[in-house]
């Protein structure tokens, strides 16, 4: 078995402040990856999600965004890219 932490946001603040919340339920020696998604992304699966942990360990990256481009965004938090 494995155990689940419930963390409660009382005051709902935004995804930063849900994402703090969250974290204040993990050890203090934590040294996993923390996903945060919506949970309204029907695409996103676990093969999906697999593969940017994977991409995030081996790039020993700090943080990593997943994004895809939609013909019709809205609905949807924004993320602007450039060829650079």
Partial sequence: GRTVEIAVQDEQRG??????????????????????????VPLLDT??????ITAHNSESAVATVLTTTLVDPTG???ILRTQA
């Avoid at 995804?15 to 309204?40: I, K, M, Q, R, Y």
């Avoid at 093969?47 to 940017?52: E, S, V």
């Fill in 15 to 40: 995804t930063g402040h849900a994402v703090a919340c969250g974290l204040t339920v993990l050890p203090g020696d934590f040294s996993g990856v923390v996903v945060v998604t919506a949970g309204d």
């Fill in 76 to 78: 949807y938090g924004r």
């Fill in 47 to 52: 093969d999906t999600l697999g593969d940017l």
